[in-house]
Antibody, heavy 120, light 107 residues
Framework: DVQLLESGGGLVQPGESLTLSCVASGFSFKDYAMSWVRQAPGKGLEWVSTIRGNGVTINYADSLKGRITISRDNSRKTVYLEMKSLRADDTGLYYC?????????????WGGGSLVIVSS | EIVLTQSPATLSLSPGERATLSCRASQSVIRYLAWYQQKPGQAPRLLIHDASSRATGIPDRFSGSGSGADFTLTISRLEPEDFAVYYC?????????FGGGTKVEIK
C-alpha cells in the first residue's frame, strides 16, 4: 500500500523558517512527481509546489516563490519543503501528494498532513 | 493562471437523490481535470481523473464528464457517506489550480 507520512510542522513565529518532510513507501518513489498542497483552516486547497522524479523539474506557486524550496532524496524516498520568512497566512495543513501517473499531476495518494501555525 | 469556478457552493440534497456539480475553467484544460472528495478531518481522495476516468476503488455512482472548459461530476444516488466537500483540479498547466469547492450537505 502507498503511504505518505509528513512531519516537521509546528508553531513558529512570523519571519521564522521551517522544513517539512514527507516519507513515502509502497511505490517506486523515483518515478513519480511529488507535490505539496496546503489548506488554510476552513478554506480550500491550494497547490504549493511540484518536483518531478528526477528532482530537476520544479514548479512553485507564484504566491510563495522566493520563500520556499522543494527538494527530494530518492534514496531516502523523501520529499522536503523548506519555507522561509513565514507569515500568518502561511498557517494551515500541508499535504504531501503523489502524482497518479508518470506524466500527470493529479494526485492519487495524499498524506495526512502536517500542521503549520505561524503566530507570535 | 487557470481559474476554476465551482457551482453551486452548497448543494442540499437527500440520500438517494442525484447530485450534479459543475466546474468551469477560465480557459481550456482539454481533459486534464480531476475531482476530489474531502470529508472533515481527512485528506482529499481522488475520485475522477482525466475528466471521466474513475480512480481505483471509486464506486460507479460517481461519474465525470466534460472537456475543454466545462466539466461535471455526477453522483447518481447519494449515499450517507457521500456528504462532503468536492473539489476540481486542473493539471493541464502550471500553476496547478483547484476550484473553491462544492459542499454537498444533507437536506
Amino acid at each position: 500500500d502507498v503511504q505518505l507520512l509528513e512531519s516537521g510542522g509546528g508553531l513558529v513565529q512570523p519571519g521564522e523558517s521551517l522544513t517539512l518532510s514527507c516519507v513515502a513507501s509502497g511505490f517506486s518513489f523515483k518515478d513519480y512527481a511529488m507535490s505539496w498542497v496546503r489548506q488554510a483552516p476552513g478554506k480550500g486547497l491550494e497547490w504549493v509546489s511540484t518536483i518531478r522524479g528526477n528532482g530537476v523539474t520544479i514548479n512553485y506557486a507564484d504566491s510563495l516563490k522566493g520563500r520556499i524550496t522543494i527538494s527530494r532524496d530518492n534514496s531516502r524516498k523523501t520529499v522536503y519543503l523548506e519555507m522561509k520568512s513565514l507569515r500568518a497566512d502561511d498557517t494551515g495543513l500541508y499535504y504531501c501528494a503523489k502524482a497518479s501517473t508518470y506524466v500527470t499531476n493529479d494526485f492519487d495518494h495524499w498524506g495526512g498532513g502536517s500542521l503549520v501555525i505561524v503566530s507570535s | 493562471e487557470i481559474v476554476l469556478t465551482q457551482s453551486p457552493a452548497t448543494l442540499s440534497l437527500s440520500p438517494g437523490e442525484r447530485a450534479t456539480l459543475s466546474c468551469r475553467a477560465s480557459q481550456s484544460v482539454i481533459r486534464y481535470l480531476a475531482w476530489y472528495q474531502q470529508k472533515p478531518g481527512q485528506a482529499p481522495r481522488l475520485l475522477i481523473h482525466d475528466a471521466s476516468s474513475r480512480a481505483t476503488g471509486i464506486p460507479d455512482r460517481f461519474s465525470g464528464s466534460g472537456s475543454g472548459a466545462d466539466f461535471t461530476l455526477t453522483i447518481s444516488r447519494l449515499e450517507p457517506e457521500d456528504f462532503a466537500v468536492y473539489y476540481c483540479q486542473q493539471y493541464d498547466a502550471s500553476p496547478l489550480t483547484f476550484g473553491g469547492g462544492t459542499k454537498v450537505e444533507i437536506k
